[in-house]
């Protein structure tokens, strides 16, 4: 089914790009929350939906409000007041966001269940009579669910859509908003004042919408093109970023020897295997080095800004940072 919304050469003039760490919390989510192998993110789920299963977050309150298919809640999408927000500030707008339109995204919920797989009823009936009290609860799991599923990863993801703006932005200098919104996916097009979106399975309208139009590269939200449309916010379009096939993809790692003869082979190793987060005993088992010399280096390197720390239940995830990919990167 196609929608036609008209666009003003003001909203035009409006339309910007942003970075949002929620709208990745909703997709990842979403395709861990399914019972196929997501091809394109294989790597990254094999990993996460142990540690998801084993905290409880697979049938907690994101089960409850993010189905593998089916509407999506949009409060839990409110607008990014700039174009690259923290969780933190997503998180205090989900629950500052108003009462009624967490009921009204709770109704249509309902609504939609009705013909399609079943929700937790009682989370949902929780949420619909206090929601004020209920969306701490909600994000207290929003922001658990990210140390475990996406904070380890979030350099190199955030680095993926960054550059998707960066190159969108210059296209927008270059060409003009019509040209990106025409490259933009398979399924959006513009034309003379007029945004058209096919294959849509919700209905939308122009008048559920304010002005302008936020653009938001995703890292999980493919195949397909995810909206926001909440009156007065813009609407918001949620679209795979390029260059998700290589995501996942190992770091280059060629650089070794270079980089021993400054930081030394055992945290150049640590490094190494940090290509995907790990904790301390797995860095240990796989390294051949004790535990506590494991800790002493990774203090080392956290302090260098090497590597990240993430809790992850009752262990800490490392990860690389964007720094030490680039690090361990062979130049020319």
């Known amino acids: 089914m196609e929608y036609a919304l008209s666009f003003s050469a003001a909203d035009l003039a409006q339309t910007r790009f942003a ?14 929350n399914t019972e196929t192998d997501p091809p394109l993110h ?5 990993q996460v939906r142990p540690r998801l299963r084993s905290a409880g977050l697979d049938r907690g309150w994101l089960a409850a409000l993010i189905p593998g298919a089916g509407y999506l809640a949009d409060f839990l999408n409110p607008t990014p007041a700039g174009p690259f927000p923290e969780l933190a500030a997503e998180l205090a707008a989900i629950r500052a966001g108003s009462p009624e339109n967490v009921r009204f995204d709770l109704d249509t919920i309902a609504g939609k ?3 399609g797989s079943a929700r937790p009823v009682a989370r949902l009936r929780l949420l619909h009579e206090d929601p004020e009290a209920v969306l701490e609860k909600v994000t207290d799991e929003i922001q658990a669910y990210w140390e475990l599923a996406l ?13 998707d703006v960066f190159h969108r932005a210059r296209q927008v200098a270059e060409h003009g908003s019509a040209h990106v919104l025409n490259e933009l996916h398979d399924t959006v097009s513009w034309d003379d004042g007029t945004l058209r979106m096919v294959r ?10 304010g002005a302008g139009l936020l653009l938001v590269p995703s890292a999980f939200a493919w195949p397909r093109i995810l909206t926001r449309s909440v009156a007065p916010d813009p609407l918001q379009l949620a679209y795979p970023a390029r260059g998700i096939g290589t995501l ?6 060629k650089a070794t020897d270079a980089v021993a003869a400054v930081l030394g082979r055992s945290r150049t190793l640590l490094l190494s295997e ?4 790990a904790s301390t005993t797995q860095l240990a088992r796989h390294s051949g080095l004790s535990a506590a010399a494991v800790s002493q ?24 940072t964007a720094i030490a990919d680039a690090l361990l990167t062979p130049v020319g």
């Open 19 to 32: 970075v949002s760490p929620m709208w990745e919390v909703v997709t990842s989510f979403r395709l861990l």
């Open 42 to 46: 294989r790597r990254w789920a094999a």
């Open 113 to 115: 269940s009705r013909g």
């Open 151 to 163: 904070a380890p990863y979030w350099p190199r993801i955030r680095q993926l859509l960054e550059a």
């Open 200 to 209: 849509r399975a919700c209905a939308l309208t122009r008048d559920q919408t």
């Open 248 to 253: 996942w993809e190992p770091r280059a790692t």
């Open 274 to 277: 940090l290509d995907t987060p």
């Open 297 to 320: 280096h990774l203090t080392a390197l956290r302090d260098a800004g090497l590597v990240t720390g993430h809790r992850a239940g009752r262990s800490v995830l490392y990860a690389r």
